[in-house]
C-alpha cells in the first residue's frame, strides 16, 4: 500500500514497534511475535498485525516475526535509515535541554544549527554549536538540505518564525509551543504539548 494513504494513528504506532524491537533485539532476541511485542508496547497482537500489513508482509504465522529483518524494514518504512539534519530555533531552558540530549542520533537525527532571537544569547557558544540569529535562519537555510526543525519559542513569536522556516525551505516542524500553527500544505507540523498530556491522562484519573 502507497504509504500516503495509511493513517496517520498507524503511522504514529510504528516508531513505537521500532523502539521496542531495538530494546529486544539489544538484549539478544532474534524472533518475536506479535503477542510478545504487544504485551510489551500495550497494543492488542490483532492491531499489530494489522498495522504492518499495510506495508506488506513481515512474519509467518507459527514463526512470527524476524526481529532483525523488521527493524530494518520500519527504518526504512519511518525513512531514518539515515540522519537527518535538524535545526532548532529558541534557546532557552528547553532549547538547551534538547541540545543537552544524547538519543537523536543514534535513532535518526543530527541537530546542526541552533537560533534565537535575543542579542544576549545570539553568538554565544553552546557546547559545539554557536546560536545563530533567527533573522537570518531564511538565508542560512534556503538551498540547504535542512528539511526539518524543532521550534521551542514562546507562543507569542511561533508563527512569525514558522513562516521564516517555511520561506526557508523547512517542510517538517515540531512544535513544543503552546498554539496551533498555520502552514502550507505541504508542510508537516507536529506538536508536543505536555499540559495537553496531563489534562488527557487527568480526565482517567479517580480523584481520592
Known amino acids: 500500500m502507497n504509504s500516503v494513504n ?7 504506532r510504528l516508531p ?3 523502539r521496542a524491537l531495538q530494546y529486544m533485539a539489544a538484549s539478544g532476541n532474534t524472533t518475536t511475535s506479535s503477542q510478545e511485542l504487544g504485551e510489551k508496547v500495550g497494543i492488542s ?5 494489522k498495522d ?10 507459527g514463526t512470527g516475526y524476524h526481529i532483525p529483518f523488521l527493524i530494518d524494514r520500519l ?13 532548532l530555533v529558541g534557546m532557552g531552558e528547553l532549547g538547551h535541554a534538547i541540545l543537552r540530549y544524547q538519543g537523536f542520533v543514534n535513532r535518526g537525527f543530527r541537530i546542526i ?9 545570539i553568538g554565544t557558544v553552546v557546547g559545539p554549536y554557536t546560536i545563530g540569529n533567527v533573522n537570518n535562519i531564511v538565508k542560512d537555510l534556503q538551498g540547504s538540505s535542512i528539511r526539518m526543525a524543532m ?18 525551505g523547512v517542510n517538517g516542524i515540531l512544535n513544543y509551543a503552546p498554539v496551533s500553527l498555520t502552514v502550507p500544505h505541504n508542510v508537516r507540523l507536529q506538536y508536543i504539548d ?14 481520592k
Open 6 to 12: 495509511v493513517p496517520d494513528i498507524i503511522v504514529s
Open 16 to 18: 513505537v514497534y521500532l
Open 45 to 49: 497482537a490483532a492491531q499489530i498485525r
Open 52 to 61: 504492518l500489513s499495510q506495508f506488506g508482509e513481515f512474519g509467518k504465522q
Open 75 to 87: 527504518l526504512q518504512i519511518l525513512k531514518v535509515e539515515r540522519v537527518w539534519d535538524v535545526v
Open 113 to 121: 544549527a541552533c537560533y534565537d532571537s535575543s542579542p544576549a544569547k
Open 151 to 168: 521550534l521551542c519559542v514562546p507562543a507569542t513569536v511561533a508563527q512569525d518564525v514558522t513562516d521564516k522556516l517555511v520561506e526557508a
Open 194 to 207: 505536555p499540559v495537553i498530556g496531563l489534562q488527557r491522562m487527568a480526565y482517567y484519573l479517580t480523584d
